[in-house]
């Protein structure tokens, strides 16, 4: 049980580029999330699923696009990448029922964008 | 929309002093709360969570209690550790169960 995994660890790109930020869950949870982290900015939400096929927009979700086609992947897209979006991104998922609100983390992707 | 303000830090405190970090926020129905730590280099780990007004959430001597009358939800510790050097993050959870986090308040326990 692998819980959420990120890849990759790094990357570095140069401005303009594109590229997909994977995120997998084996624990058969419906949501997943993106956030991305900033130095004195806490994290926040990029786009977020509340299931297959199901997608949204979160607070900073501009230059970045998101499908979800099967329960355990949602990757996370950069069309066109811009020095702006140099941080840390974590992907989270959280159980659907049950009350049990806990959303888990993967270990994160730290990308510089030159 | 739903925000959550959290104590600006940095914070220094020496070992076994006591710890409150203040967090309240603004949300529409009655979210779920929580507090997560960053250790350096790491992903954010669950703390302690509180789903409902006038719950305590626990964990590892740290305490958040649930107050709906004044939108708080304060995380304290009686005495610190040196391990417990973190940033820590207060949060609320949405409809679709997407977080809403404060800014982060940067932990430092000195021996």
């Known amino acids: 049980n692998a819980g959420v995994t990120q890849t990759p660890k790094f990357q570095v790109l140069k401005t303009g580029q594109s590229m997909t930020l994977q995120c997998a869950q084996d624990?058969?949870?419906?949501?997943m999330s993106w956030y991305r982290q900033d130095p004195g900015m806490g994290l926040r939400l990029i786009h977020y699923?509340?299931?297959?096929?199901?997608?949204d927009q979160g607070e900073v979700p501009n230059g970045y696009n998101v499908s979800r086609s099967t329960t355990e992947d949602f990757p996370l897209r950069l069309l066109s990448a811009a020095p702006s979006q140099t941080s840390v991104y974590f992907c989270a998922t959280t159980s659907s029922g049950g009350g049990r609100d806990e959303q888990f983390f993967g270990p994160g992707t730290r990308l510089t964008v030159l | 929309g739903n925000s959550v303000t959290q104590m600006e830090g940095p914070v220094t405190l020496s070992e076994e002093a006591f710890l409150t970090i203040n967090c309240t926020y603004t949300?529409?129905?009655?979210?779920?709360l929580f507090w997560y730590v960053q250790y350096p280099g790491e992903g954010l780990q669950l703390l302690l969570k509180a789903t409902k007004a006038d719950d305590k959430g626990s964990n590892k001597g740290f305490e958040a209690t649930y107050r709906k009358e004044t939108t708080s939800f304060h995380l304290e510790k009686g005495s610190v550790q040196v391990s417990d050097s973190a940033v820590y993050f207060c949060a609320l959870s949405g409809s679709a169960r997407q977080l809403t986090f404060g800014s982060g308040t940067q932990l430092t326990v000195l021996p």
């Open positions: 949300a529409t129905g009655y979210p779920s």
């Open positions: 699923s509340v299931g297959a096929g199901i997608t």
């Open positions: 624990m058969n949870h419906e949501y």
